[in-house]
């Protein structure tokens, strides 16, 4: 008969052993500048919260010498713990075991943790860092692949979902993070990619560096999948938390209001200032933002991917909101396919998640021409339509200068459900700018002009005053009111406060088909 003594001092060294570290493993990643799955856990979140699950977890694989390896967690670290004194669950993969390969039990313990996220109505953070699939374990690390990406689709929009980028993520494995609501990627340490250099050789014959097929060069300015850098591990620990003081831990609740000290009442005295005296001279967009927000305090996502559009968090007398402007800086504030796509996504993530969205209008059109054409603009450009026709959070959209064509319905005007629309004086409200305007109307009075750059002019100028500015625009009420500039961060804190509790009924659907 086993005694409770030797119960106890067998649970004591099984625990020991499923602990334990290799010394020169934890080395060999503290000299790649990498934090272990431990204490990447232990410093993100709230000291003595962190409480693991599925600790003794051991693989059941027994080919290929498999069943004489022992791994301890099954190279994956699961749980929950607290951030701020709010919970979360986490799952850190494990490099220093067997070099965080991902096999049936690891995956298991991956899906149980996000389910456990889902259940609880809390965020759940995902750590990634792993050499891939587990090979000795075949289809049964591949099926747990799968079962990850539906869980990461099924819980989408229920609660948010963080992936932190801090080793290589490779093949089918790269998808997981893309499934989440964002991506913090740690500068050159984190690596994204489908294939490897030595695959891609093989398979392709194509010579490619890592950085060239998933760092964070690539990801944060070609392809858009990068949502934050990180200059290091720590760096991406303290960006998921400060991440996550903008989110709600569900759908179900609004993000916490902070009390950041700042006067919803002032007025901006210099924000008028901001713009140059030309409508066709660019002016970067951040000026007139950060005197707006509270403290002046902008955290972007996508910063530097289609930057001629910005998307942020921010604060509006405490409460969390979606900033979403034209960059006249870059392409003049025109938007692209690119800028399409980023504003879609961000709405959609905002109005999961109960954030109001507050625009800052400034653009002259959607971008033409026959590369935007090739690349589908008119399929990216619908998804903006989309995410702001579908959206439930309170509108707020202020038309800093240009509001023409298409572009100004892709910046949420009123039929595009706005609830709060006004315009700075300067504003130009049209259909058209006055040059493409009078090109059409009075093309052939110009091509019979003695002068015809004179009567140009003269006909743009007659447009540019009967339809592009605010007056006409409010006389029609297709705007709500002409502010004043210095106005600009009381009349948008009022406004939200004023539609706080909006509610939007729908119509029943299985799910919505909008363009992909």
Not at 30 to 40: I, M, P, Y
Not at 130 to 146: F, H, K, P
Request: charged content about 25%; some cysteine.
């Amino acid at each position: 008969m086993i005694t409770k003594t030797e119960r106890w001092q067998e649970f004591r060294q099984k625990r020991e052993k499923v602990v334990k570290r290799e010394t020169d493993e934890i080395e060999k990643q503290h000299k790649l500048g990498k934090l272990t799955a431990q204490e990447r856990v232990d410093k993100m979140l709230d000291h003595g919260t962190f409480e693991e699950i599925d600790k003794f977890v051991q693989h059941r694989c027994s080919y290929f010498g498999m069943e004489k390896r022992e791994i301890p967690g099954d190279a994956v670290i699961i749980g929950s713990g607290k951030i701020n004194g709010r919970t979360v669950f986490v799952a850190a993969e494990d490099y220093t075991v067997m070099a965080g390969t991902y096999g049936e039990m690891h995956g298991k313990k991956m899906c149980k943790a996000l389910d456990m996220a889902g259940r609880a109505r809390v965020p759940f953070i995902q750590i990634v860092d792993s050499g891939g699939a587990r090979l000795q374990e075949g289809q049964d690390a591949s099926e747990w692949y799968a079962q990850l990406f539906f869980r990461h689709t099924y819980w989408n929009g229920v609660i948010p979902q963080i992936t932190i980028s801090a080793g290589h993520t490779a093949g089918g494995a790269a998808y997981s993070p893309a499934l989440t609501d964002f991506i913090i990627q740690v500068k050159n340490i984190g690596y994204m990619y489908m294939g490897g250099p030595a695959f891609v050789k093989t398979q392709l014959g194509e010579e490619a560096t890592v950085d060239e097929l998933g760092g964070y060069e690539l990801h944060r300015r070609v392809t858009g999948l990068c949502d934050i850098i990180a200059e290091h591990d720590e760096h991406a620990l303290q960006l998921t938390k400060e991440l996550l003081n903008f989110l709600p831990s569900s759908n179900l609740e609004k993000p916490l209001a902070l009390n950041t000290g700042d006067d919803p009442e002032p007025r901006n005295e210099d924000i008028y200032d901001i713009l140059p005296d030309s409508p066709r001279q660019p002016y970067d967009m951040h000026g007139i933002l950060k005197r707006v927000v509270d403290k002046g305090y902008l955290f972007e996502i996508k910063k530097d991917f289609a930057p001629n559009m910005i998307t942020a968090f921010a604060r509006l007398n405490g409460e969390a909101v979606g900033i979403i402007a034209n960059n006249p800086i870059y392409m003049a504030g025109a938007i692209d396919y690119n800028a399409s796509d980023k504003l879609a996504r961000f709405v959609r993530i905002c109005d999961s998640f109960n954030l109001p969205l507050v625009q800052f209008q400034d653009t002259p059109a959607v971008m033409i021409g026959s590369q935007q054409e090739r690349m589908g603009i008119i399929r990216h450009g619908s998804k903006m339509l989309y995410a702001y026709s579908e959206a439930t959070v309170p509108i707020v959209t202020v038309i800093v200068r240009k509001s023409y064509a298409g572009a100004q319905l892709c910046m949420a005007n009123k039929p595009m459900g706005a609830d709060y629309v006004v315009a700075w004086p300067c504003a130009e409200i049209s259909l058209v700018g006055p040059d493409t305007a009078a090109s059409v109307i009075f093309a052939k009075e110009i091509r019979a002009a003695e002068n015809p750059e004179e009567v140009r002019q003269k006909r743009m100028a007659e447009y540019a005053r009967v339809w592009t500015n605010p007056y006409r625009a409010a006389e029609r009420g297709y705007i709500d009111d002409i502010i004043e500039p210095e106005d600009t961060r009381r009349t948008i804190i009022r406004a939200l406060e004023r539609f706080k509790n909006k509610k939007i009924e729908r119509p029943w659907r299985k799910h919505a088909n909008m363009q992909m």
